[in-house]
């Protein structure tokens, strides 16, 4: 079985250099766990951690069942595939492919099946005898995740492996990747900093932030439910759009008063954010639960808000608008058939049944 699990796991480089704090993490035997985050969160060294190329400074990872702080890299039954594909130049792709086997020794012939296999699999056959520099950046990333699949290791370990390639490669090879992981059955630990690979990948994530952990759960349940406001800012795009503002309680009612703009806050959300009536709070809306007025037949008036729109940008099957309160600038997501005259005012309607609210101090989710 191999599952992976983090307890406390922290690094600390000279000059007191915290990349790491506490992390806690279990990764199920089979599964796809996406390490997501912004650049230097520590989301590398926690990877590089479990595979063995970085000391721990405190707590314990154990590889299926086996306690593997001072195992030596080579015994801990992991591969990685690097961002920079890490292939040699004057080795043939075969030769890359088989090189790790060789150094265990493991038959000639078995090599050149293990190998052939794989290069079924990522449809390098043709490559076999080429060298890596008589390769695209999209092929010599298959050489390189086949040099990990041919060591049929327990865990793979991927580092941000696609940001070298094109966005239409990298849209490619993310599916390869994902068709690979239900083919294999073999437990993924994933490194990114983009949101779309993460949430379009991954049978949960872990979103990093400062070498902590921040969240822990499926795609959806991280973008639906989001624990902060860091996390439901970086998930998603276009990223949530927050405006601050106050609590108003008016009779048994409650509104968010933003400044120029006021909404009703829905029923269901009044037990918990009741509690803040007069306190500045944050509102989070994703884009596309702005809809244009003009479209929504029975829109409640309480939750009309007239906007300037100061940009119009079409994308084809749909279209940004950038929207100004007077005071917030914020994107609603409508359809390519909504043509809304810039520098004009206009009326657009929020759900506020899918609103979300944070607390200004903390920046934790209160609903
Ligand atoms: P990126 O996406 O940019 O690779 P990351 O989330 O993978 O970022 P890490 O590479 O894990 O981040 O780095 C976490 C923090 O630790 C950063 O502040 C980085 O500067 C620091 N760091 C990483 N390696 C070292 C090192 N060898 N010595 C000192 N500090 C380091």
């Keep these: 079985m191999a599952q992976v699990s983090l307890r406390d796991v922290g690094k600390i480089f000279p000059g007191n250099i915290k990349a790491v704090d506490g992390v806690n993490l279990g990764v199920e035997n089979k599964e796809f766990m996406v390490l997501v985050g912004p650049s230097g969160c520590g989301k590398s060294t926690t990877l590089r951690m479990i595979a063995g190329l970085e000391d721990i400074s405190s707590g314990d990872i154990y590889i299926g069942n086996k306690h593997v702080n001072d195992m030596p890299a080579k015994d801990r039954d992991i591969a990685m595939v690097f961002q920079n594909y890490a292939l040699y130049p004057h080795m043939t792709v075969f030769e890359n492919m088989s090189f790790g086997l060789r150094l265990r020794h493991i038959p000639k012939a078995e090599i050149t099946q293990r190998v052939s296999e794989a290069a079924d699999i990522l449809g390098i056959k043709r490559f076999l005898n080429r060298k890596p520099r008589e390769l695209s950046g999209g092929e010599r990333q298959r050489v390189a995740l086949g040099r990990a699949i041919v060591r049929k290791p327990m865990v793979f370990l991927f580092d941000e492996p696609l940001s070298n390639l094109d966005a239409k490669m990298r849209v490619q090879m993310r599916t390869e990747i994902h068709k690979l992981h239900i083919r294999l059955q073999t437990t993924i630990i994933y490194v990114t900093h983009d949101q779309v690979e993460a949430m379009t990948m991954g049978d949960r994530i872990a979103v990093m932030k400062d070498g902590i952990i921040q969240q822990v759960a499926d795609p959806i349940t ?120 810039v520098n004009q005012d206009m009326d657009v309607v929020f759900d506020m049944s899918k609103v979300h609210f944070f607390d200004k101090a903390t920046e934790e989710t209160i609903v």
């Design 222 to 341: 991280v973008y639906d439910k989001p624990k902060n406001k860091f996390v439901a800012g970086f998930i998603g795009s276009p990223s949530m759009n927050f405006m601050s503002g106050t609590i108003i309680k008016k009779e048994n009612r409650i509104y968010f008063d933003e400044g120029k703009i006021r909404v009703k806050v829905v029923d269901d959300m009044y037990p918990r954010i009741a509690p803040y009536a007069g306190k500045e709070i944050i509102l989070g809306i994703r884009s596309e639960d702005v809809y244009d007025k003009l479209f929504v037949s029975l829109a409640p008036p309480e939750n009309i808000v007239r906007v300037n729109c100061e940009v119009y940008e079409p994308l084809g099957s749909e279209v940004y608008l950038y929207l100004n309160t007077g005071k917030h600038t914020f994107i609603a997501r409508v359809g390519a058939h909504d043509k809304p005259k």
